[in-house]
């Protein structure tokens, strides 16, 4: 046991800390996507594993054919826009449920994603384009600063979509979409809309994640719902306990981001900690598991008898006191 804690280096952990804010960050615009979809619109959407790697694949080869790689990242979000309107045309015009049409989107994209790159990945001509979105030590710092400033960005533009009337009726459907067809909200098209920006937004994080790593993968996007999940309410539980009833809309969008930076900080103290890689995606399990019961836990505990018993004996306790001074 000695030997396990003196080979565990404070400084290695310190070094690879920067790494994990800057995916955090990266997938935190994946949460984002995430967050409409599944808080907003209440849409179980499973494009996301195929969306972020239809972004990575569109990306890295656009660059080696000599692409701008913002331009890149453009076409990639159109491409994330194109899955988007797929899975809510699947959805809504044919009527297939809304895991259903997630899935068949994701597994077309699987092999759509194959036809682009011609095999199973493709690696960034590093050292011959400039990206603004590295992994190399060197310009880790300008990742992390050019990151953060696209995220604040994104949820500026969200904040303020969601606050127009075509986010209204947006919001509105994912609360109570019978409701809304009453008040003549065209429901299905603030579906497709929804999963058509969602997907958007996915499809541009994996493009800067493939350019932040140096490849796009076919399967680099496989966990990547759980992940956004994880993000959204490891963000949401956080939020909700420091700010309690002050919580906003715009801090709840800026905490998805947080939530994806603290699940990486997690990724990266449990590698720290020397735990095996292929055990990951059971953390990522129990992580989201254990995010998930907190509030419901809560909840629990506030209403049960014990909690009335608790009150009922304070409120006693203040009457009594009341009556002894008077």
């Not at 932040?212 to 959204?232: C, H, N, S, W």
Request: glycine letters at 12%.
């Amino acid at each position: 046991m000695a030997a396990y804690f003196s080979s565990l280096s404070p400084i290695a952990l310190w070094n690879a800390a920067p790494g994990g804010v800057a995916q955090g960050l990266i997938w935190g615009i994946l949460a984002l996507g995430v967050y409409l979809t599944f808080r907003i619109l209440n849409f179980a959407d499973m494009t996301c594993d195929g969306s972020f790697a239809l972004g990575g694949s569109v990306t890295v080869m656009l660059i080696l054919g000599g692409c701008d790689p913002l331009a890149a990242l453009l076409v990639a979000i159109l491409c994330g826009i194109c899955a988007g309107l797929v899975t809510g045309i699947l959805h809504t015009v044919l009527g297939i449920p809304d895991i259903l049409a997630g899935i068949l989107t994701q597994i077309s994209l699987y092999s759509i994603n194959l036809n682009i790159m011609g095999k199973s990945n493709q690696a960034v001509p590093v050292g011959q384009v400039q990206l603004f979105f590295t992994s190399n030590i060197r310009y880790l710092g300008q990742t992390i600063v050019t990151t953060l400033l696209l995220d604040v960005i994104i949820i500026a533009a969200v904040y303020w979509f969601l606050g127009t009337e075509m986010g209204s009726a947006v919001r509105s459907t994912g609360i109570n979409p019978n409701m809304s067809r009453a008040q003549g909200i065209n429901t299905k098209l603030m579906k497709v809309i929804t999963l058509a920006v969602s997907n958007g937004f996915i499809a541009l994080a994996g493009g800067i994640m493939s350019e932040y790593q140096g490849f796009a993968d076919v399967k680099m996007g496989q966990g990547a719902i759980v992940i956004g999940l994880a993000a959204v309410i490891i963000g949401e539980v956080l939020a909700e306990a420091i700010f309690g009833k002050r919580l906003g809309f715009v801090l709840r969008l800026s905490f998805v981001f947080i939530g994806a930076v603290v699940y990486y900080l997690v990724y990266v103290f449990v590698l720290w900690l020397k735990f095996p890689a292929d055990d990951m995606k059971l953390l990522t399990a129990i992580v989201v598991a254990v995010f998930l019961a907190v509030p419901y836990l809560k909840g629990m505990s506030n209403t049960s008898f014990k909690a009335l018993a608790r009150r009922n004996a304070k409120l006693e306790a203040g009457s009594n006191t009341d009556g002894g001074e008077g």
